[in-house]
């Protein structure tokens, strides 16, 4: 008997962490951050700065615990060169204002990944194997990529949208422009056609799919805290509302 119930404990301590992995959240987010060659140290610290900022917003914590499970799991990575992706922080519950302000702290205080090419395709592959994986489950599955400048290594980012759509996952954008005299790479920051319109046509996919535009690194926060609110709170199916 005693055998039984010592077995019973052990399957009931194996089975544990499967139950863990199964919490249901209202949303599993990525987001991807570029931090290639063209975002300079002072950009790169607006940016951070920006998205700890953008977190920690009431706004955006009172969108992040409006739906039924009253929070969202999210997970931050850093990207560059194909190949070059790192998870800066692992996939972490926000459902208030003290766990939105510990993920903001904890991004200010985690150390630049590296620098380097850019690879919105390896972006997109890794933020899709971060999904695949996450220890939770949600129906809604977004990765947030931002960036400054084309696809210029790794495969067709196209390759990378299409396989991450059809998988049921919504990528949307935040589009940094960089004025072209302050450009070291002209051609990359700004395409023929303006890189709105690039990741318009390249990177984003999926049911309600969007992008915003930040002109210059300053602006990030500001823009991500509206990105943000917009992204948690929409409800799929319905008609996207742009947050002024």
Same mark, same amino acid.
């Given at each position: 008997?005693?055998?039984?119930? &010592?077995?019973?404990?052990?399957?009931?301590?194996?089975?544990?962490?499967?139950a863990?992995?199964?919490?249901?959240?209202?949303?599993?987010?990525?987001?991807?951050?570029?931090?290639?060659?063209s975002?300079?140290?002072?950009?790169?610290?607006?940016?951070?700065?920006?998205?700890a900022?953008?977190?920690?917003?009431?706004?955006?914590?009172?969108?992040?615990?409006?739906?039924?499970?009253?929070? =969202?799991?999210?997970?931050?990575?850093?990207?560059?060169t194909?190949?070059?992706?790192?998870i800066v922080?692992?996939?972490?519950l =926000?459902?208030?204002? &003290?766990t939105?302000?510990?993920?903001?702290d904890?991004?200010?205080?985690?150390?630049?990944?590296?620098?380097?090419?850019?690879?919105?395709?390896?972006?997109i592959?890794?933020?899709?194997?971060?999904l695949?994986? &996450?220890?939770f489950?949600?129906?809604?599955?977004?990765?947030?990529?931002?960036?400054?400048?084309?696809?210029?290594?790794?495969?067709l980012?196209?390759?990378?949208r299409?396989?991450?759509?059809?998988?049921? =996952?919504?990528?949307?954008?935040?589009? =940094?422009?960089?004025p072209?005299?302050?450009?070291?790479?002209?051609?990359?920051?700004?395409?023929?056609?303006?890189?709105?319109?690039?990741?318009?046509?390249?990177?984003?996919?999926g049911?309600?799919?969007?992008?915003?535009?930040?002109r210059?690194?300053?602006?990030?926060?500001?823009?991500?805290?509206?990105?943000?609110i917009q992204?948690?709170?929409?409800?799929?199916?319905?008609?996207?509302?742009?947050?002024?």
């Amino acid at each position: 008997m005693r055998r039984r119930v &010592a077995l019973l404990g052990l399957a009931l301590m194996l089975l544990a962490p499967a139950a863990r992995a199964a919490e249901a959240v209202d949303m599993l987010l990525v987001l991807a951050a570029d931090v290639s060659r063209s975002v300079t140290e002072p950009k790169f610290k607006l940016q951070r700065e920006g998205a700890a900022a953008a977190i920690t917003h009431p706004d955006v914590v009172r969108a992040m615990t409006s739906g039924p499970n009253r929070r =969202i799991a999210v997970c931050f990575i850093e990207w560059a060169t194909a190949g070059m992706q790192n998870i800066v922080i692992d996939w972490t519950l =926000i459902g208030d204002d &003290a766990t939105a302000r510990s993920f903001g702290d904890r991004l200010v205080e985690a150390p630049r990944s590296f620098a380097g090419s850019t690879s919105i395709s390896g972006a997109i592959d890794f933020a899709v194997s971060r999904l695949e994986t &996450a220890p939770f489950r949600s129906e809604r599955r977004v990765i947030d990529i931002s960036g400054d400048g084309h696809n210029n290594s790794g495969r067709l980012v196209t390759e990378a949208r299409d396989e991450a759509l059809g998988k049921g =996952i919504v990528i949307n954008a935040l589009v =940094i422009l960089t004025p072209p005299e302050e450009s070291f790479r002209p051609e990359h920051t700004n395409p023929p056609g303006g890189l709105e319109k690039y990741f318009k046509d390249n990177v984003i996919g999926g049911d309600g799919a969007f992008t915003l535009v930040a002109r210059g690194h300053g602006t990030f926060g500001r823009v991500l805290t509206k990105k943000l609110i917009q992204e948690v709170a929409y409800v799929p199916g319905s008609e996207l509302a742009i947050v002024q």
